[in-house]
C-alpha cells in the first residue's frame, strides 16, 4: 500500500537505476506514509483467549463464558497462524501490534500448549509485549520458572480477592492456599532470577462487590447463594497489606478493581434501558484491538462472554480481512451512534458493560508499569 507519490518514486528508481541510499530514502518514504495514512486504523494489541473454560467460579464473573462456540481451548495450530500473521511483513506494514494479552475468556493455563505458544510469540514477536492474567490455581512453580528463565512474558496479572480461604472461597471458588503457595513461589523465583518482570494485582472483595451491585441494580449478585454474606466486612485493606508484604512495590502494583457488572446481565430488564444515557466505554479498544476466541471467532470486546457478536474468523480469513470487512465497519457505527439494542448480545445490556467511573480501577501502591 502506498500514495501514487511513493508509488511513482519506487518506479522510478526501478526504470533508472537509482543509487541504493536514495531507493532505500524512498522506501522510508513509502512506510512513512503509509504510517500516516493508517494510524487511525490499525491494531494495536491482540486479545487471545486460549481457553474459555475456568477453575474458578468467580462471584463477578458470567459462568456463559464462550457459550456460542464450540471450541474451548485453542490449537497450537490456530495461535501459530494467528502469530505468524501478526508477524509477516505485510501486516506489520499495515498494524502496530505492541501488545499480545493471554487470557480473554478463561484461564489460559488450562490450555495444555501455551508455553509452547508462548515461546512462538517469543520468537517471532520479540518486540511485542506480552501481557498474561491468570488465577495461578494451575501456575505451578515448574511454570514459573520456565516462563521466567525463558523471558516468555513482559507482565502477569492477577486478582487476589479474599484475606483468608473462607473469604477468597466465598468469592471464587478456589484454594486461597494452594493460590498463594504459587504466587509466592512465582515471585521468589523471579527474585532469583532477577527477572524484571512486574505483577499487577487486583482486589475486588465480596462486600465491595456485592453492595456496589444492591446499590447500582437494586438486586444482590446473582451467584450469591448465601444471603449471610451481605454483611461481611470489608477486608480490602487487610489484603492491600497482606500483598505489600510479598511484593516488590517498584516493580508490582495494587489495584482496587473497579466493578463489571457483566455476571448480571440477566437481571436487568432491557425495557427500561434509556440507551441514550449510556456510551460504550469499550469503543476505543475495539477500534484498535482484536478479541479472539479459541476457535479463531474475532468477537465484539472481552465483554462479550458468550461470543454472541462476531465480526469474524481470523482462521477462515486473515486477520487484516476481518479488520477491514463491512460488519465490522458497521458494527462499530452503531456503537457510535449508541444503536446498542440493535446490536444485541451484551450491548443490549450496555448498563452492565464497562465505562462507568465507578468501574474503573484505583491504584494503591506500586511503581510498576
Given at each position: 500500500m502506498g500514495t501514487l507519490l511513493s508509488k511513482g518514486l519506487k518506479a522510478i528508481s526501478i526504470?533508472?537505476?537509482?543509487?541504493?541510499?536514495?531507493?532505500?530514502?524512498?522506501?522510508?518514504?513509502?512506510?512513512?506514509?503509509?504510517?500516516k495514512i493508517l494510524r487511525r486504523k490499525q491494531l494495536k494489541s491482540?486479545?487471545?483467549?486460549?481457553?474459555?473454560?475456568?477453575?474458578?467460579?468467580?462471584?463477578?464473573?458470567?459462568?456463559?463464558?464462550?457459550?456460542?462456540?464450540?471450541?474451548?481451548?485453542?490449537?497450537?495450530?490456530?495461535?501459530?497462524?494467528?502469530?505468524?500473521?501478526?508477524?509477516?511483513?505485510?501486516?506489520?506494514?499495515?498494524?502496530?501490534?505492541?501488545?499480545?494479552?493471554?487470557?480473554?475468556?478463561?484461564?489460559?493455563?488450562?490450555?495444555?500448549?501455551?508455553?509452547?505458544?508462548?515461546?512462538?510469540?517469543?520468537?517471532?514477536?520479540?518486540?511485542?509485549?506480552?501481557?498474561?492474567?491468570?488465577?495461578?490455581?494451575?501456575?505451578?512453580?515448574?511454570?514459573s520458572r520456565t516462563i521466567l528463565e525463558e523471558g516468555l512474558i513482559g507482565h502477569i496479572g492477577c486478582n487476589i480477592d479474599?484475606?483468608?480461604?473462607?473469604?477468597?472461597?466465598?468469592?471464587?471458588?478456589?484454594?486461597?492456599?494452594?493460590?498463594?503457595?504459587?504466587?509466592?513461589?512465582?515471585?521468589?523465583?523471579r527474585n532469583e532470577l532477577n527477572s524484571r518482570v512486574g505483577l499487577t494485582v487486583r482486589i475486588l472483595s465480596l462486600h465491595k462487590y456485592i453492595h456496589t451491585i444492591h446499590e447500582k441494580l437494586g438486586v444482590y449478585p446473582k451467584k450469591l447463594k448465601d444471603l449471610g454474606l451481605i454483611n461481611i466486612p470489608d477486608d480490602t485493606p487487610i489484603i492491600v497489606e497482606q500483598l505489600k508484604k510479598i511484593l516488590d512495590m517498584n516493580k508490582d502494583i495494587i489495584y482496587v478493581s473497579g466493578i463489571s457488572r457483566w455476571a448480571e446481565r440477566e437481571q436487568v430488564d432491557i425495557s427500561k434501558i434509556d440507551y441514550k444515557k449510556y456510551h460504550c466505554g469499550m469503543l476505543e479498544r475495539i477500534e484498535s484491538e482484536a478479541f479472539i476466541a479459541p476457535d479463531g471467532s474475532w468477537y465484539i470486546c472481552c465483554d462479550d462472554s458468550k461470543n454472541e457478536v462476531v465480526l469474524g474468523n481470523v482462521i477462515t480469513q486473515s486477520i487484516d480481512e476481518v479488520f477491514h470487512n463491512q460488519r465490522r465497519k458497521r458494527i462499530i457505527q452503531m456503537l457510535k451512534e449508541r444503536r446498542f439494542a440493535e446490536i444485541g448480545g451484551p450491548c443490549k445490556?450496555?448498563?452492565?458493560?464497562?465505562?462507568?467511573i465507578e468501574d474503573m480501577d484505583e491504584k494503591i501502591e506500586g511503581h510498576g508499569s
Open positions: 526504470e533508472h537505476r537509482l543509487p541504493w541510499r536514495l531507493a532505500k530514502a524512498i522506501e522510508q518514504l513509502d512506510e512513512l506514509v503509509n504510517e491482540i486479545n487471545l483467549a486460549l481457553s474459555t473454560l475456568c477453575d474458578a467460579d468467580c462471584i463477578f464473573c458470567p459462568s456463559d463464558r464462550g457459550e456460542k462456540i464450540k471450541q474451548k481451548i485453542m490449537p497450537l495450530s490456530y495461535a501459530e497462524k494467528i502469530i505468524d500473521e501478526i508477524a509477516s511483513r505485510k501486516f506489520r506494514r499495515r498494524h502496530r501490534v505492541k501488545r499480545v494479552v493471554i487470557s480473554e475468556g478463561g484461564e489460559p493455563f488450562l490450555n495444555q500448549d501455551i508455553i509452547e505458544i508462548l515461546r512462538l510469540i517469543k520468537s517471532r514477536l520479540p518486540q511485542v509485549l506480552v501481557w498474561i492474567n491468570t488465577n495461578f490455581q494451575t501456575v505451578s512453580p515448574d511454570k479474599g484475606s483468608n480461604a473462607q473469604n477468597y472461597f466465598s468469592v471464587k471458588r478456589l484454594d486461597y492456599d494452594l493460590v498463594m503457595h504459587n504466587l509466592k513461589e512465582f515471585l521468589r523465583i445490556t450496555v448498563i452492565c458493560c464497562c465505562g462507568p
